[in-house]
């Protein structure tokens, strides 16, 4: 059966300072995914998808950027973090030409 | 683009009334739409999914979900409610772009049940 692994769970970092989320897939090939951010009130907003190795389209632009080095791996990553940072962000994946997404348990990321 | 409303933020019931969250989209194309259900400080649970086969669909946890295509609806209901249902809940619409399907989400509504 296919898993997904999302860590850390929580995390504080200070303002300016770098970031790296990391997200594998395990179970499944050429999966499509999904970086989400969960901000309280404001539901889920969808950062970036990939369709394949090197490839990530952006949906918003703002102070984050993601790669996918490997096919089941996503990576979410901020050279100087702000306030506006701060949320719950959830990693997915879907088949390629699934209808639903699977998600990751999430990581709690407060900067300060 | 496609788009999802849902109405109310917060919605209380009693344990073992029935549960209604209500969900309107926007779309252009036939949609597939989801249910999805938050715990605190978890990832998102698919509870059920409409992908343009029966109109009724019918989910985990004895909850299910109607399409309406004339109301552009896609509520959810649940006859009776059990505590463990205390969560939030997300109407999500798909569509197609690049290969890949991306869910766009109603902004969530938070369920509290009445002991």
């Known amino acids: 059966s296919q898993t997904i692994h999302q860590w850390p769970a929580t995390l504080v970092q200070p303002v300016g300072s770098p970031l790296s989320l990391e997200c594998t897939v395990e179970g499944t090939s050429n999966p499509n995914l999904y970086w989400y951010r969960q901000a309280a009130g404001r539901g889920l907003q969808l950062l970036f998808y990939s369709v394949g190795i090197g490839q990530i389209s952006s949906e918003v632009p703002q102070n984050l950027s993601a790669s996918r080095p490997q096919d089941r791996q996503f990576i979410l990553s901020s050279k100087k973090l702000l306030l506006s940072d701060s949320g719950f962000y959830l990693c997915?994946?879907?088949?390629?030409?699934?209808?639903?997404?699977?998600f990751g348990q999430g990581t709690r990321l407060t900067v300060v | 683009a496609q788009s999802v409303t849902q109405l109310g933020s917060h919605v209380s019931v009693s344990e073992g009334a029935l549960v209604l969250l209500r969900c309107n989209y926007s779309?252009?194309?036939?949609?597939?739409l989801f249910w999805y259900v938050q715990y605190p400080n978890q990832g998102l649970q698919l509870l059920l999914k409409y992908t343009s086969a029966a109109t009724l669909v019918k989910g985990i946890n004895g909850f299910e979900a109607e399409f309406k295509k004339s109301e552009t609806s896609f509520h959810l209901t649940k006859p009776s409610a059990h505590m463990r249902d205390a969560a939030e809940y997300f109407c999500a619409v798909s569509e197609s772009g690049a290969g890949s399907y991306q869910l766009t989400f109603g902004k969530g509504t938070k369920l509290s049940v009445i002991p």
């Open positions: 779309s252009s194309v036939p949609p597939y």
């Open positions: 997915a994946w879907s088949e390629r030409d699934g209808t639903e997404a699977f």
